[in-house]
Protein backbone atom coordinates (compact mmCIF):
# COMPACT_ATOMS: atom_id res chain seq x y z
CA UNK A 1 0.00 0.00 0.00
CA UNK A 2 0.88 3.58 -0.08
CA UNK A 3 3.38 4.83 2.21
CA UNK A 4 4.30 7.97 3.97
CA UNK A 5 4.20 11.17 1.20
CA UNK A 6 6.40 14.07 1.67
CA UNK A 7 6.03 17.20 -0.98
CA UNK A 8 7.63 18.90 -2.05
CA UNK A 9 11.19 16.17 -1.92
CA UNK A 10 13.36 19.16 -2.58
CA UNK A 11 12.97 23.41 -1.50
CA UNK A 12 15.70 25.39 -1.70
CA UNK A 13 14.39 29.14 -0.42
CA UNK A 14 16.33 32.37 0.82
CA UNK A 15 17.10 33.53 4.04
CA UNK A 16 14.04 35.66 5.26
CA UNK A 17 11.90 33.16 3.41
CA UNK A 18 8.56 31.21 4.42
CA UNK A 19 7.92 27.91 3.39
CA UNK A 20 5.62 25.06 4.10
CA UNK A 21 6.50 20.97 3.62
CA UNK A 22 3.63 19.20 3.70
CA UNK A 23 2.97 15.53 4.57
CA UNK A 24 0.41 12.94 3.68
CA UNK A 25 0.79 10.08 6.15
CA UNK A 26 -0.57 6.36 6.06
CA UNK A 27 -4.34 6.33 5.64
CA UNK A 28 -5.99 5.61 9.18
CA UNK A 29 -2.80 6.30 10.90
CA UNK A 30 -3.58 8.25 13.97
CA UNK A 31 -0.55 9.28 14.89
CA UNK A 32 1.79 12.02 12.77
CA UNK A 33 5.89 12.78 13.67
CA UNK A 34 7.96 15.64 12.32
CA UNK A 35 11.48 14.57 12.86
CA UNK A 36 14.58 16.85 11.30
CA UNK A 37 17.90 15.51 10.53
CA UNK A 38 21.26 16.99 9.52
CA UNK A 39 23.92 15.81 7.64
CA UNK A 40 25.83 12.69 8.84
CA UNK A 41 23.24 12.49 12.31
CA UNK A 42 20.51 10.74 13.57
CA UNK A 43 16.59 12.28 12.88
CA UNK A 44 15.74 14.86 15.87
CA UNK A 45 12.31 14.93 17.12
CA UNK A 46 10.81 18.05 16.45
CA UNK A 47 6.47 17.71 16.97
CA UNK A 48 3.96 14.50 17.52
CA UNK A 49 0.47 14.97 16.94
CA UNK A 50 -2.32 12.69 18.00
CA UNK A 51 -4.86 12.95 15.87
CA UNK A 52 -5.60 16.77 15.38
CA UNK A 53 -3.85 18.00 18.44
CA UNK A 54 -0.09 18.66 19.04
CA UNK A 55 0.10 16.33 21.89
CA UNK A 56 4.17 17.30 22.15
CA UNK A 57 6.23 20.59 20.42
CA UNK A 58 8.79 20.29 22.68
CA UNK A 59 11.35 19.24 19.79
CA UNK A 60 10.59 22.53 17.91
CA UNK A 61 13.50 24.55 18.43
CA UNK A 62 11.92 27.92 18.32
CA UNK A 63 9.13 30.05 17.34
CA UNK A 64 9.80 30.32 14.04
CA UNK A 65 8.43 26.95 13.58
CA UNK A 66 5.21 25.62 13.72
CA UNK A 67 2.94 22.69 12.51
CA UNK A 68 -0.64 21.87 12.35
CA UNK A 69 -2.83 18.42 11.58
CA UNK A 70 -6.26 20.35 10.76
CA UNK A 71 -8.28 17.12 9.87
CA UNK A 72 -6.11 14.64 11.71
CA UNK A 73 -4.32 13.13 8.44
CA UNK A 74 -2.29 15.61 6.22
CA UNK A 75 -0.07 17.56 8.30
CA UNK A 76 2.09 21.14 7.33
CA UNK A 77 5.36 21.92 8.70
CA UNK A 78 5.95 26.14 9.01
CA UNK A 79 8.84 27.74 9.11
CA UNK A 80 8.88 31.66 9.15
CA UNK A 81 11.82 33.82 8.79
CA UNK A 82 14.11 30.84 7.22
CA UNK A 83 18.13 30.75 8.13
CA UNK A 84 20.65 29.03 6.77
CA UNK A 85 20.99 26.92 9.80
CA UNK A 86 17.35 25.16 9.08
CA UNK A 87 18.87 23.64 5.95
CA UNK A 88 17.97 19.66 6.86
CA UNK A 89 16.51 16.73 5.62
CA UNK A 90 13.00 17.11 7.32
CA UNK A 91 11.18 13.37 7.97
CA UNK A 92 7.57 12.55 8.67
CA UNK A 93 6.51 9.23 10.60
CA UNK A 94 3.43 7.93 11.15
CA UNK A 95 1.64 5.20 13.15
CA UNK A 96 -1.53 3.19 13.63
CA UNK A 97 -1.59 4.44 16.80
CA UNK A 98 0.72 6.13 19.52
CA UNK A 99 2.07 2.86 20.52
CA UNK A 100 3.02 1.71 17.04
CA UNK A 101 6.04 1.12 15.16
CA UNK A 102 6.70 4.95 12.97
CA UNK A 103 6.79 4.58 9.17
CA UNK A 104 8.87 7.38 7.62
CA UNK A 105 8.62 8.73 4.59
CA UNK A 106 11.58 10.18 2.39
CA UNK A 107 11.59 13.53 3.48
CA UNK A 108 11.68 16.69 2.30
CA UNK A 109 15.28 18.50 1.81
CA UNK A 110 15.16 21.67 2.03
CA UNK A 111 17.95 23.83 1.62
CA UNK A 112 18.70 27.86 2.65
CA UNK A 113 20.07 30.22 0.67
CA UNK B 1 15.93 13.54 28.46
CA UNK B 2 16.97 10.09 27.05
CA UNK B 3 20.84 10.28 25.22
CA UNK B 4 21.32 6.86 22.67
CA UNK B 5 25.23 6.51 21.99
CA UNK B 6 25.82 4.69 18.88
CA UNK B 7 29.19 2.94 17.88
CA UNK B 8 30.93 2.29 15.53
CA UNK B 9 30.19 5.25 12.96
CA UNK B 10 31.50 3.21 10.15
CA UNK B 11 31.88 -0.97 9.81
CA UNK B 12 33.20 -2.13 6.69
CA UNK B 13 33.21 -6.41 6.44
CA UNK B 14 32.99 -8.94 3.48
CA UNK B 15 30.16 -10.17 2.34
CA UNK B 16 29.38 -13.35 4.46
CA UNK B 17 30.90 -11.69 7.47
CA UNK B 18 28.68 -10.98 10.78
CA UNK B 19 28.20 -7.18 11.46
CA UNK B 20 27.34 -6.11 15.00
CA UNK B 21 26.29 -2.39 15.83
CA UNK B 22 26.28 -1.19 19.42
CA UNK B 23 23.87 1.37 21.46
CA UNK B 24 23.72 2.55 24.84
CA UNK B 25 20.96 4.54 26.04
CA UNK B 26 20.66 7.14 29.45
CA UNK B 27 17.18 6.71 30.80
CA UNK B 28 16.54 3.90 32.74
CA UNK B 29 12.65 4.16 31.59
CA UNK B 30 13.43 3.84 28.18
CA UNK B 31 11.40 0.21 27.17
CA UNK B 32 11.24 0.31 23.50
CA UNK B 33 14.36 0.18 21.19
CA UNK B 34 13.94 -0.05 17.42
CA UNK B 35 16.44 -0.62 14.64
CA UNK B 36 15.89 1.80 11.16
CA UNK B 37 18.01 1.37 8.16
CA UNK B 38 18.15 4.02 5.76
CA UNK B 39 19.74 4.12 1.94
CA UNK B 40 20.90 7.45 0.64
CA UNK B 41 17.68 9.70 -0.30
CA UNK B 42 15.30 7.66 1.21
CA UNK B 43 13.58 7.67 4.97
CA UNK B 44 14.45 5.49 7.77
CA UNK B 45 13.12 1.77 7.77
CA UNK B 46 12.19 -0.30 10.58
CA UNK B 47 14.13 -3.62 10.72
CA UNK B 48 13.59 -4.95 13.63
CA UNK B 49 12.45 -3.97 17.44
CA UNK B 50 12.27 -4.99 20.71
CA UNK B 51 10.49 -3.98 24.38
CA UNK B 52 11.74 -4.13 27.70
CA UNK B 53 10.58 -7.45 28.68
CA UNK B 54 12.47 -9.29 25.95
CA UNK B 55 15.97 -9.99 25.99
CA UNK B 56 16.50 -11.41 22.06
CA UNK B 57 14.63 -10.87 19.05
CA UNK B 58 15.28 -12.41 15.60
CA UNK B 59 14.06 -12.24 12.09
CA UNK B 60 16.19 -13.96 9.76
CA UNK B 61 19.84 -12.68 9.13
CA UNK B 62 18.78 -10.33 11.96
CA UNK B 63 18.61 -9.86 15.99
CA UNK B 64 18.67 -7.89 18.63
CA UNK B 65 19.89 -8.45 21.92
CA UNK B 66 19.40 -5.93 25.30
CA UNK B 67 20.69 -5.70 28.61
CA UNK B 68 18.73 -3.47 30.68
CA UNK B 69 20.61 -3.65 33.51
CA UNK B 70 23.68 -2.21 31.34
CA UNK B 71 21.54 -0.08 29.46
CA UNK B 72 22.92 -1.33 26.12
CA UNK B 73 21.24 -3.40 23.04
CA UNK B 74 23.34 -4.37 20.06
CA UNK B 75 21.86 -5.30 16.29
CA UNK B 76 23.67 -8.77 15.03
CA UNK B 77 23.41 -9.35 10.87
CA UNK B 78 24.80 -12.50 10.00
CA UNK B 79 25.61 -13.77 6.11
CA UNK B 80 26.13 -10.12 4.65
CA UNK B 81 25.27 -9.36 1.83
CA UNK B 82 26.29 -6.13 -0.72
CA UNK B 83 22.02 -5.02 -0.16
CA UNK B 84 22.49 -4.98 3.40
CA UNK B 85 24.72 -1.43 2.87
CA UNK B 86 23.26 1.36 4.34
CA UNK B 87 22.97 3.62 7.32
CA UNK B 88 21.70 1.66 10.51
CA UNK B 89 20.22 3.80 13.66
CA UNK B 90 19.23 2.57 16.77
CA UNK B 91 16.29 4.48 19.22
CA UNK B 92 15.15 4.43 22.09
CA UNK B 93 11.96 5.68 24.21
CA UNK B 94 10.89 6.13 27.31
CA UNK B 95 7.20 6.81 26.75
CA UNK B 96 4.88 4.20 25.52
CA UNK B 97 2.29 6.77 24.97
CA UNK B 98 3.95 8.69 22.50
CA UNK B 99 6.90 7.40 20.21
CA UNK B 100 9.14 10.75 20.53
CA UNK B 101 12.08 8.32 20.05
CA UNK B 102 15.84 9.80 20.59
CA UNK B 103 18.32 8.54 17.79
CA UNK B 104 22.07 7.18 17.56
CA UNK B 105 23.99 8.68 15.28
CA UNK B 106 24.28 6.12 12.88
CA UNK B 107 26.52 3.21 11.60
CA UNK B 108 27.08 3.43 7.88
CA UNK B 109 27.48 -0.15 7.20
CA UNK B 110 29.94 -1.23 3.77
CA UNK B 111 29.66 -4.58 2.69
CA UNK B 112 32.60 -5.50 0.67
CA UNK B 113 31.03 -8.28 -2.35
Known amino acids: GAGVSQTPSNKVTEKGKYVELRCDPI?????LYWYRQSLGQGPEFLIY????????DSGLPNDRFFAVRPEGSVSTLKIQRTERGDSAVYLC???????????FGNGTRLTVT | GENVEQHPSTLSVQEGDSAVIKCTYSDSASNYFPWYKQELGKGPQLIIDIRSNVGEKKDQRIAVTLNKTAKHFSLHITETQPEDSAVYFCAATADTGRRALTFGSGTRLQVQP
Open chain 1, 93 to 103: ASSRTGNSPLH
Open chain 1, 49 to 56: FQGTGAAD
Open chain 1, 27 to 31: SGHTA
